[in-house]
């Protein structure tokens, strides 16, 4: 796309208000950014209904062309590629969509228009249950289709357990964010999204400088969404992001899934409502997901997915890992006789295990195996 219509369809988003739905109506009426600009004191022949303040806002562009070319300016400098709506790169299951994006900023190496696209959303203060439902649906979805890209919004609990287990699984994964691409949040998330850029990437329609405030992440939402053939949500209270997606993707006409959890267990009550109210498609395991969507699956021989699972690993680290998977949640001196490790040397290693989001410490100092 020419750096012309990267550079208008910045100013037109700004000139807009950020109202997503009114900036693709002018661009579609007009076929570019640029040729809004050049009829722009005539957006009344352009959309009928175009409020006098919309008609009086859109005469005087300085501003935002300003800002237009400081976008420009750090796009180019960190690499960061502009799809524009009529990108061929842009996103075409997005495109479909009433209030979609007319410009998008994207660092990464995923193509964002692959066959298969799945978004795993929730809570962001997920349990133990819900993580190892999304390490166990990855994992077996591996095996079933080995090419599927995994979006989510980098956010606390379901999302950046999704994000994480996809990079182990060999996925590609996708971060939707609801700020722009000079900064990480939360930032506790950098060193994953660092690793997504290699093996995905981060994805967000808006420019520097603007904060992660709250209206953004509901807006960020229909992105996600936007994106996918399927919207599976983990883990949720009654109220939050994932069921707010859930709602955006059923508008969309796209296919939603909730995993059921116990009556007594609060960050299930949103699942088992939407399940309970025919919103979503009950589903337990991956082969439920791929055979109730239609997906073509893959079969692939166990053993050689068991060798992509922990690719890095020491010997020593993985005979911790091994002795988590024939007997989880131990405590530290129990793995320690098991392994015959020192308890230094152990305290070390789990940390690195940690880091590598394979395992993490419950209450009560037993070391849980997240797979």
Sequence with gaps: MSGEEIYYSIALTRMTGFNASIALRLYQAMGSSQAVYDNRLAIGD????????????????????????????????NDIRALTFND?????????????????????????????????VGTRHCTSYGQDLVTHFLRDLRQLCPKVLVVSGLAYGIDICAH????????????????????IYPTAHRSTAVEMLRQGGLLTEYMTQTQPVANNFRQRNRII?????????????????G?????????????????????????????????????AALITSAQDFVESIGWQTQQQKPEA?????FPNLTTEEQQVVSLLQQTNDLQLNVISIKTNLPIGQLTALLFQLEMKGLVKQLAGGNYHLIY
């Design 305 to 309: 997915i068991e060798r992509e699972l």
């Design 225 to 241: 969404a936007g994106l996918s053939d399927a919207t599976i949500l983990v883990e949720s209270a009654y109220k939050g992001g």
């Design 164 to 183: 994480r287990q996809a990079l182990l699984q060999g996925y590609e994964t996708v971060g939707v964010l609801a700020h722009g691409l000079d900064q």
């Design 46 to 77: 352009i959309l009928a209904d175009a409020s006098p303040r919309l008609r009086e806002a859109m005469q005087h562009w300085d501003d935002a062309l300003r800002r237009a070319a400081a976008e420009m300016d750090f796009i180019t400098k």
């Design 88 to 120: 061929d790169d842009y996103p075409q299951r997005l495109r479909s969509c009433t209030d979609a994006p007319i410009i998008l900023f994207y660092k990464g190496s995923a193509s964002l228009n692959q066959s298969y696209i799945l978004n795993m």
């Design 243 to 279: 069921l707010i997606t859930c709602r955006i993707a059923q508008e969309y006409g796209r296919d939603v899934f909730a995993f059921p959890g116990a009556v007594s267990m609060p960050y299930s009550a949103g699942c088992n409502l939407m399940i309970r109210n025919n919103t």
